[in-house]
């Protein structure tokens, strides 16, 4: 079965930048009519759909990181990463990667990691 | 952004009680909703896609349905493992959108 983990700091300093790498495993990134996505959740916000990939590199992002996020894919490695700069306290959240199926929502989660912004 | 409003916010239920939770889309949507399970610390398991259609393994008793913008999760009898938090998820357009959740408590 399909399985995605991500990976990466539990803490950041504000103004720095997060990242992130998700795993997948028991598939392929390069799977025609996949994307992987990334998710955070936060106790004041919800759920915000961060951005996603294909494994070609075309990425889609919010518009409310865009500025800030760089979603990119490694295939060689079977990984998708996530980057988002100039961090505050403010991006403080569970952070998840999910695959997305094409005319589909999101299917496989990985587990989440946190991560604080926090000097 | 598309809004997705979701109802009740909380709600309290018994085991085998037939429970209802409404998500209002801001705009159409066509039939592009999700509904999500999530229970603490998990990742949110995917429960309807395309408003209606029943993801793979889960049980019958959730249902869902559409009216216009307005969408329905149905658990026709709750079970001990239903108590969660449920969530919406509008995937027809860019930037997708979640509704705030509602939680499903015992009553």
């Known amino acids: ?119 | 952004d598309i809004q997705m409003t979701q109802s009740p916010s909380t709600l309290s239920a018994s085991v085998g009680d037939k429970v209802t939770i409404t998500c209002r889309a801001s705009q159409s949507i066509s039939s592009w909703l999700a509904w999500y399970q999530q229970k603490p610390g998990k990742a949110p398991k995917l429960l309807i896609y395309k408003a209606s259609s029943l993801e793979s393994g889960v049980p019958s008793r959730f249902s869902g349905s559409e009216s216009g913008t307005e969408f329905t999760l149905t658990i026709s009898s709750l079970q001990p493992d239903d108590f969660a938090t449920y969530y919406c998820q509008q995937y027809n357009s860019f930037p997708y959108t979640f509704g705030q959740g509602t939680k499903l408590e015992i009553k």
């Open chain 1, 1 to 119: 079965q399909l399985q995605l983990q991500e990976s990466g700091p539990g803490l950041v300093k504000p103004s720095e930048t997060l990242s992130l790498t998700c795993t997948v495993s028991a598939g392929s990134i390069s799977s025609s009519g996949y994307y992987w996505g990334w998710i955070r959740q936060t106790p004041g916000k919800g759920l915000e759909w961060i951005g996603n990939c294909y494994y070609s590199g075309s990425t889609y992002y919010n518009p409310s990181l865009k500025s800030r996020v760089t979603i990119s894919v490694d295939a060689s490695k079977n990984q998708f990463s996530l980057t988002l700069s100039s961090v505050t306290a403010a991006d403080t959240a569970v952070y998840y990667c999910a695959r997305l199926p094409r005319m589909l929502p999101f299917d496989y989660w990985g587990q989440g990691t946190l991560v604080t912004v926090s000097s």
